[in-house]
């Protein structure tokens, strides 16, 4: 079955920095990776998601890459806010439940 | 419009009793799942219903958990004799698909399952 590794498990970025999180997945017949951030208490919010047909998405600060040659795929946030953090997950997902990475805590110090 | 909502938003229990978790999806949902996420772990997929198909139960840990779905409506995630390893945030999301599962999840506040 699929299997999504996550790095790193923590980062810590300057406020107006940019933070990168990656994901490698193991199944080449994952089609959709969604990002979710996920805030203290609450459920997962989703964010971003890429599905195979391309290689880059963005919206606002937030970018996803993939990559499928490599399987993998990225999340970049630019100009990073305190209200980034959080914890973020991404997931892989072919013709199966979505199969989540461990999660990446970022804080965004001010 | 409203997003799913889950019922309770915390749950102490004592070690042996039995507990139900409530989910309500977005309406007009199709899809629903359950996952499981323990404290500073990712989440954990637990069964996911379609329609009227039949649920796909491969990631109950055990036979003590259960869940039913009404229709294309309400879920009930029954936990049966709980054990401390149980203490949980459990998590409910539903999305509408066509086929497959490649469509956006939306997940719900979940329940916190403290057995003490």
């Known amino acids: 079955g699929e299997n999504v590794e996550q790095h790193p498990s923590t980062l810590s970025v300057q406020e107006g920095d940019s933070a990168v999180i990656k994901c490698t997945y193991s199944d080449s017949a994952s089609n959709y990776f969604p990002w979710y951030k996920q805030e203290l208490g609450k459920g997962p919010q989703l964010i971003i998601d890429?599905?195979?047909?391309?290689g880059e998405k963005k919206d606002q600060r937030i970018a996803v890459t993939l990559n499928k040659t490599a399987k993998h795929f990225s999340l970049h946030i630019t100009e990073t806010q305190p209200e980034d953090s959080a914890v973020y997950f991404c997931?892989?997902?072919?013709?199966?439940?979505?199969?989540f990475g461990k999660g990446t805590r970022l804080s965004v110090i001010a | 419009g409203a997003g799913v909502s889950q019922s309770p938003s915390n749950k102490v229990t004592e070690k042996g009793k039995d507990v139900e978790l409530r989910c309500d999806p977005i309406s007009g949902h199709t899809a629903l799942y359950w996952y499981r996420q323990r404290l500073g772990q990712g989440l954990e997929f637990l069964i996911y219903f379609q329609g009227n198909s039949a649920p796909d139960k491969s990631g109950l840990p055990s036979d003590r958990f259960s869940a039913e779905r009404t229709g294309e409506s309400v879920s009930t995630l029954t936990i049966q004799r709980t054990q401390q390893e149980d203490s949980a945030v459990y998590l409910c999301a539903s999305s509408n698909i066509a086929s497959g599962f490649t469509y956006e999840q939306y997940f719900g506040p979940g329940t916190r399952l403290t057995v003490t």
């Open positions: 890429i599905r195979s047909n391309v």
């Open positions: 997931a892989a997902t072919g013709n199966t439940p979505l199969v």
